[in-house]
């Protein structure tokens, strides 16, 4: 699902509770005239005189009028909603947002409640959740400039987001300790990409490894779905390679297929890691370890320092 599909999704949901809204509106009004003859006779009287100061000039001397006497037959219909259990906000439509009224567009352009929402569905889909705010600008340019190593991989970063998809090799990896950088780097590419309009899934390794295990209990068109889920996306990130517990007969040759059926579909798939390149030889065994290392489709980062998130 791509962004132009959930903002169709979203605006079709707005709509339909604008829609529902209505309806309850509608069925209360009828309930209210059949319990209160009075409230029905106030009522007409209110939709003439709304009518009526249609019909005059703004702020003229008669319309002033009929807009106090206006705002009398709503209190007296308030008063006999009252009388038979009902309020006004039984007669009136619940309003999410104030600035479409949930028409989900004002005048040609798309709603900013329209966006937020979309914004919220993409993080939740891509596997960030909505606090996942990383940015290329929110970076700390005075850890930047004293560490040039990171310096150099967060301007290669930046240009790697700016130029997808047409870069020459689709794949990245970031070797190095904990604490350095690896996460917040990956998480400005995914939010960067993900403002271009593409599929991207941000995952833990720990949680790559779980989704795919629990899949093999489920039935084979729902277990496709989830594999071909991480196969087909337009940029995979896989966080913390290594921490994940491995069932070397499963997990294994899961992470190697997925891996290898992107590598045919030239899809990009970026990883970090606190394990050095021969651990992770020794963990996964040559296979993997040669296809998230190719050098051919692959930047690979060591990135060095001290743990910024206790600095």
């Known amino acids: 699902m791509n962004k132009l599909e959930i903002t169709q999704q979203v605006l079709f949901e707005v ?3 604008k829609l529902n809204e209505e309806l309850k509106v509608q ?12 409230f029905a006779k106030l009522e007409t009287q209110l939709k003439e005189m709304q009518i009526e100061i249609g019909k005059l000039p703004q702020n003229s001397d008669k319309s002033n009028e009929l807009k106090f006497e206006l705002y009398k037959l709503k209190t007296h219909m308030i008063k006999q909603l009252n009388k038979i259990g009902m309020s006004i906000n039984d007669i009136t439509p619940e309003v999410n947002c104030k ?3 949930d028409k989900g567009t004002i ?3 798309v709603c900013s409640c329209i966006k937020e929402t979309v914004n919220k569905k993409l993080l ?38 700016n130029d997808f998809p047409n870069i020459k090799k689709n794949n990245m990896v970031l070797i190095g300790p904990v604490g350095v950088g690896k996460t917040f780097i990956l998480e400005c590419i995914a939010n960067e990409i993900l403002k271009k309009n593409y599929f991207v899934i ?11 295990l629990n899949a093999l209990a489920k039935q084979q068109i729902e277990q496709q779905e989830i594999f071909n889920s991480f196969i087909d996306c337009d940029m995979l990130i896989i966080d913390d390679l290594g921490s994940e517990l491995v069932q070397k007969n499963l997990s294994n040759a899961n992470l190697f297929n997925v891996l290898n059926e992107r ?8 990883i970090s890691s606190n394990l050095m390149p021969e651990q992770i030889d020794d963990k996964y065994g040559n296979r993997i370890c ?22």
């Open 202 to 212: 941000y995952t833990t390794a720990f949680n790559f490894s779980n989704v795919l």
């Open 27 to 38: 069925q209360n009004l009828k309930l209210a005239r059949q319990k209160s003859k009075e």
């Open 290 to 311: 040669s296809r998230i290392f190719d050098k051919r489709n692959t930047e690979a980062y060591l990135v060095d320092g001290k743990d910024l998130r206790i600095n």
């Open 263 to 270: 590598k045919i579909k030239n899809k990009s798939t970026l």
């Open 107 to 109: 005048g040609s352009s």
């Open 124 to 161: 939740k889909l891509a596997g960030l959740n909505e606090n996942a705010t990383a940015t290329f600008d929110k970076a700390d340019k005075k850890i930047l400039k004293e560490n040039k190593q990171l310096n150099g991989l967060f301007e290669f970063a930046k240009k790697f987001a």
């Open 99 to 101: 600035k479409c009224q």
């Open 15 to 17: 709509k339909q509770h």
